[in-house]
């Protein structure tokens, strides 16, 4: 079945460093792809997203590329901060409704 | 947050009981989605619906049933619960379908 392959599970950092979480997925049909944030406790909530269309997307220190070919997708953080520290969840949107996530890196960023 | 709420927030419940959840939205989105999330699992989709009295399927729909019989309200029923359910369980919403899913605050269930 299709699915979303995510890297790596956990990840530290020291704070100002750059942070990258790749992921695959195997529906060459899969067309949107959101990256979701939750902290300890509370919701998913979406940070960034990106369609086939499009091959990179940012918005400040975030910044999401995409490559239909290979299928794979990334998330980058750059000057990480504490509160950059959660789970990062990313997703691949079916054509028939549905979102499959990938199992979650774990972002810790050191002061 | 989107208006989204989910009830209870909290439940511990006997092995083979049955356990209903529920998920009620103000933002009159067609889309809704119940997940379980486990450790080393991340999200998984259990049942989803797009529209009244229209469902289908998830990855792991075993052991649970859905109704949605307003467009507000998505009701998730274990018939009989079992351990393996010891989860949380988010709603979500959205519309269109490709696109921004909301959350609701999920549930933590516990079957002993």
């Known amino acids: 079945g299709e699915n979303v392959e995510q890297h790596p599970s956990t990840l530290s950092v020291q704070e100002g460093d750059s942070a990258v979480i790749k992921c695959t997925y195997s529906d ?66 079916l054509n028939t409704d549905k979102l499959i996530f990938g199992t979650g890196t774990r972002l810790q960023v050191f002061p | 947050d989107a208006g989204i709420t989910q009830s209870p927030r909290h439940k511990v419940t006997e092995t083979g009981t049955p356990v209903t959840l529920r998920c009620h939205q103000t933002e009159n989105h067609r889309y809704m989605y119940w997940y379980r999330q486990d450790p080393g699992h991340g999200l998984r989709l259990i049942h989803y619906s797009y529209g009244v009295k229209d469902t289908d399927k998830g990855e792991v729909s075993d052991g649970y049933s859905v109704s949605r019989s307003k467009t507000e309200d998505f009701l998730l029923t274990l018939e009989s619960a079992t351990s393996s359910q010891t989860s949380v369980y988010f709603c979500a919403i959205s519309d269109p379908a490709g696109g921004e899913q909301f959350f609701g605050p999920g549930t933590r269930l516990t079957v002993l």
């Open chain 1, 28 to 93: 060459s049909a899969s067309n949107y792809f959101p990256w979701y944030k939750q902290e300890l406790g509370k919701r998913p909530q979406l940070i960034i997203d990106i369609r086939s269309n499009v091959g990179e997307k940012k918005d400040q220190r975030i910044a999401v590329t995409l490559n239909k070919t290979a299928k794979h997708f990334s998330l980058h953080i750059t000057e990480t901060q504490p509160e950059d520290s959660a789970v990062y969840f990313c997703a691949a949107f």
